[in-house]
């Protein structure tokens, strides 16, 4: 049985998709499904490290910018200095790993904001991306691109998207980490009441900084996907405003800003309705230029009914206990509802 | 002179009832003008809820408000500060970033142009600064002004508004004795300006000193009244108490042992230049007393590894443990009770399982995973053991009351192994009933051989629950009661660094 929040999320989805499907046929073709299948991977695996950060009450805005220098060191290695690219794919993850290591750093010893930090991490990564390539494009060249590398990041297996693969593996592997073990558990007790996880012995510190060298890790392998989808990187655009993606998607999966809640299957489901989303711009011929117009009212009026239901839920959790006390006698008229 | 003032302000029959308790039952009070009403009575007698319905932020189930001969079954926030109630609270209001005008003058800036008028606004608020003869001007950041001065602050806002009754709640909980009689002056000078002024605090000497008349609530009724020349030290508690103090008592079942918690030279970020002696056995329950500020919270805090520890050492069982933090205390078997449990002793959102597992989850996992049917034993465990009432395991802590929340906080750490567990204000919130049920808990730890260092401001609590009394006054222990020293009197004598066996107070 799915929570509740997922449920709603997974309905939402599937009403847009028929919707979409019954206005436009093609939607529902293969070409069009691994299409977004693909994107759904590519999107979704850092959205969950975003996501994660989100539930501890924190922010990474830096992983677009991320992008950006990963990428152009990645190809600069493969391209340029004829590295391996096994040994090019570890720089690039031990990359986005120390980066995430260092805003955690920040945020949790020398007690710095996450919005802050990482804005900062968003300016600097995306300097020295342009710095270092001379703000030109870089690609790969013929016969220097990785093969076995590209078909992992790109290539499709039994028809499947290796994206969307990945994505499915990593959503697996955190569900059970954020959902099932202890530092999960603490991830969302850091993010609902630092202060109380504290005094329950918790290394509160350790906890949030794990969640962004999480994030930085996925920004890492993300940056391969990416890398592989677009085959060259422009320092100044690639991966522009993809933070934003992935705040969107978490918040859309169920993640309050204000930390402490979120699932791995939201994130996931918000991601899928993002892309779906841009898919539907495309596919029924609304001008491309409201794009982000759409999302945005669609997020908005998502999060309003979540949180009108929640409040809805609440009052009648209030009432509930009003009736099982005995001298609350004024209430209970209204609300025979449930007869339990 | 002989003739009765006018009453500023009557209550006829004030009734409170909240859902299965009621607050305030048939409570008739006048207020005159230029006179100081003492209103005492235990934590949880009632003062707070008669003053919020005093502020029109609750209106009261039955009975009236009498303002200019005129009645009013409740009183809306505006409707109380146009009759001119002021209140000082306790915690103050103030806004740090402004300065002393500013906040004087919130609310009501004078303007010009559709801006703030900083010149009016600072000579409307200097001469009232003069008359209570404060030290600072209106231009002074609140930020870097005392408790004491911040309270002048309060009163001057009071003032500002043409207040004809000022209620004061808990003044002087964090000033000096100096600046206690300062305040006690600024009252008799609103006194003979003819402002009316409601002093509630514990601190019955102040009361003695200040008050005209001194009305004492108990459990939501009135006590009883005292005239001014009737307000003695004894007659006040034995209207505040009305019954035996030691029918609390829970003896312990065995002689405490050696071992447990030893305090040695202890030096806390909270007064850098005193030391802490103290040595709390095992199976005993020590309270520590003192007053607000006294640095017993921040003892709390250096145990328990929340705050570094500047110098000396803390023993358990004979050996030194150096804690950095909570982690290391509570694998040192040191718990904390903290006294603002839903801050810091619980995650209110979280079920109740969550929060008791919380600090032990690793105990119950299986390949690093944690195991929900083993998380749930604990809690129902637990749940049992300590009667908490709950709908259920999964239940948020946020909708449970005060005394059932704060035995999930208590289930938490006796689910572990504690050795020492210090409880700082353990019944703060807490109903009458459930108070009773912690306090056998407590005792019940001890009788297993815990060493408890119990903090509390609640007389009756430290005199009825403790085995032996530690008092703290400026950041070291100024005495140590045995149980037969065991009085208010001189529990009260040490919190303000005084010796006990000085003459007897007038």
Not at chain 1, 183 to 206: M, P, W
Not at chain 1, 246 to 268: H, K, Q
Not at chain 2, 135 to 147: N, R
Request: aromatic share 6%.
């Amino acid at each position: 049985m799915l929570p509740r929040k997922e449920l709603g999320l997974l309905l939402l989805l599937m009403l847009i998709s028929g919707i979409t499907a019954i206005l436009n046929p093609l939607f529902l073709s293969g070409v069009n499904l691994l299409d977004m299948a693909n994107l759904i991977g590519l999107f979704g695996i850092f959205s969950i490290g975003e996501g994660l950060t989100i539930i501890t009450g924190g922010i990474d805005l830096s992983v677009g910018s991320m992008f950006s220098l990963l990428g152009v060191i990645f190809i600069d290695l493969v391209a340029n200095r004829g590295v391996s690219w096994p040994l090019s794919l570890m720089a690039v993850l031990v990359g986005g790993l120390v980066l995430g290591a260092i805003q955690g750093f920040l945020i949790t010893r020398a007690r710095m904001q996450p919005f802050i930090v990482t804005l900062c991490g968003l300016l600097i990564y995306r300097g020295a991306a342009r710095y270092y390539t001379d703000d030109s494009t870089m690609g790969f060249g013929y016969g220097d691109s990785a093969d076995t590398l590209s078909w992992l990041a790109s290539g499709r297996s039994f028809g499947i998207p290796h994206s969307f693969i990945f994505l499915i593996i990593v959503a697996l592997i955190l569900g059970v980490v954020l959902h099932r073990s202890v530092f999960g558990r603490y991830l969302f007790a850091v993010g609902k009441n630092e202060e109380a996880a504290r005094y329950s012995g918790i290394n509160t510190n350790l906890v949030i900084a794990g969640a962004y060298v999480l994030s930085g890790l996925l920004a890492g392998i993300s940056t391969i996907f990416l890398v592989f989808y677009t085959n060259s990187v422009s320092p100044s655009t690639f991966g522009n405003f993809y933070e934003l993606y992935a705040i969107a998607a978490a918040v859309l999966g169920g993640c309050s800003l204000r930390g402490g809640e979120g699932s791995i299957l939201g994130i996931v489901l918000g991601t899928a309705l993002l892309q779906v989303l841009q898919n539907l711009v495309n596919i029924l011929g609304i001008p491309s230029s409201l794009n982000f117009a759409v999302m945005g009212t669609v997020i908005l009026l998502g999060v309003f009914a979540d949180q009108q239901l929640q409040k809805r839920r609440e009052t009648a959790i209030a009432m509930g206990a009003q009736r099982a006390r005995p001298a609350g006698s004024v209430v209970t008229a209204a609300a025979p509802k449930s007869g339990g | 002179m002989d003739q009765r003032p006018q009453a500023l302000l009557e209550l006829i029959g004030i009734t409170k009832i909240y859902p299965g308790v009621t607050a305030l039952d048939d409570i008739s009070l006048r207020v005159d003008r230029g006179e100081v009403l003492g209103l005492i009575g235990e934590n949880g007698a009632g003062k707070s809820t008669l003053m919020r319905i005093l502020g029109g932020i609750v209106a009261p189930t039955a009975g009236s408000i009498r303002i200019d001969e005129q009645d009013h079954a409740m009183l809306s926030v505006n409707q109380s500060a146009r009759a001119g109630i002021a209140f000082v609270h306790q915690e103050l209001n103030l806004f740090e970033n402004l300065d002393v005008a500013a906040n004087v003058g919130m609310g009501r800036e004078p303007r010009r142009f559709g801006l703030v008028s900083r010149k009016r606004l600072r000579d409307r608020v200097a001469p009232l600064l003069q008359r209570l003869g404060a030290d600072f001007g209106p231009d002074t950041p609140v930020e870097g002004l005392s408790i004491a001065q911040r309270q002048l602050v309060e009163i001057a806002k009071a003032l500002s508004i043409a207040a004809r009754v000022i209620i004061m709640d808990e003044p002087t909980s964090s000033l000096t004795l100096k600046e206690t009689e300062r305040l006690l002056q600024v009252i008799s000078e609103l006194k003979a300006d003819g402002v009316a002024v409601i002093y509630i605090s514990h601190r019955l000497g102040e009361v003695k000193s200040c008050a005209d008349r001194v009305v004492c609530l108990r459990d939501g009724r009135i006590a009883g009244e005292l005239a001014r020349d009737a307000v003695t030290h004894a007659a006040m508690i034995r209207l505040m108490i009305g019954r035996d103090l030691k029918a609390l008592y829970i003896p312990p079942d065995a002689e405490s042992s050696d071992g447990g918690c030893e305090i040695e030279g202890v030096i806390t970020p909270a007064f850098p230049d005193r030391q802490v002696h103290l040595s709390i056995r095992r199976g005993e329950i020590l309270g520590l007393a003192g007053l607000v500020g006294s640095g017993r919270t921040s003892l709390a805090r250096v145990i328990f590894g929340i705050d570094r520890i500047l110098g000396g050492q803390i023993r358990v069982d004979g050996k030194p443990v150096p804690i950095t933090s909570p982690g290391h205390a509570i694998r040192h078997g040191i718990y904390l009770v903290p006294e603002d449990r839903k801050r810091s002793g619980l995650i209110v959102d979280m079920p109740v399982v969550e929060n008791i597992t919380l600090a032990s989850l690793r105990a119950y996992t299986r390949m690093k995973l944690v195991k929900r049917d083993l998380e749930l034993a604990v809690s129902r465990t637990q749940r049992a053991r300590l009667s908490i009432r709950t709908p259920g395991d999964h239940t948020p802590v946020v909708t449970l009351s005060g005394g059932n929340q704060q035995k999930v906080v208590l289930a938490k750490w006796l689910s572990m192994q504690p050795k020492v567990v210090v409880f700082d204000e353990p019944t703060r919130g807490v109903d009458v009933g459930a108070k009773n049920e912690i306090y056998l808990l407590i005792r019940e730890l001890a009788d297993r051989g815990v060493a408890i260092l119990m903090i509390s401001s609640d007389m009756e609590e430290v005199i009825g629950v403790s085995d032996r009394i530690a008092v703290m006054y400026e950041g070291t222990i100024s005495g140590i009661l045995q149980r037969h020293q065991f009085n208010e009197y001189n529990v009260l004598r040490l919190a303000i660094g005084q010796d006990l066996d000085t003459a007897e107070a007038h």
